[in-house]
């Protein structure tokens, strides 16, 4: 298996050449696992019914307590830096009927590890709420870096 790529003239090498596998862990019946719920809590709960397959069908099922924390931290994350495009944008709206409209949104550049804003006039790449004008993800991008690293890494710098 070759182990490098080249995409526009930049070679990357492959991080990990061994095979995936679609096995998550799951527990056992009547052995807990970490979920998260509404109000950013993370507690263990018995894997017994519908509401356990529920969970991991959501991927909110954790064989431990820091990546159930991780999930909270990067959902609050994404929630500051959401409320901070709201603010910055006034009534701006991503119209997905408008293919003139530029609709942007943030990326991480792997080559030059930075965080850079995307643009699209007429394909949805991303969420319609990560959707936003480009002077919003620029103002964003000053004062939110760190917590729009996170969202996208899952992890702080």
Known sequence: ???????????????????????????????????VVGDRTAYVRKHKDYISRGDYDA?????????????????????????????????????????????????LSKHKEEIRIGETWFNMYSTIEWCSSKEAWEQVLKTHEDDIYLMIMGERR
Request: aromatic share 12%; net charge positive.
């Open 1 to 35: 298996m070759n182990n490098e790529i080249t995409i526009d003239g930049v070679k990357y090498t492959r991080v990990d050449n061994k095979p995936k596998t679609n096995k998550r862990w799951k527990a056992a019946v009547g052995e807990g696992y970490w979920v």
């Open 59 to 107: 991927n909110n099922y954790f064989q431990t307590k820091e990546p159930a924390l991780s999930t909270i931290r990067r959902q609050l994350a994404t929630v500051r830096v959401l409320d901070a495009l709201r603010e910055a944008e006034g009534d701006w709206v991503a119209d997905w009927e408008d293919g003139g409209q530029i609709k942007c949104y943030p990326y």
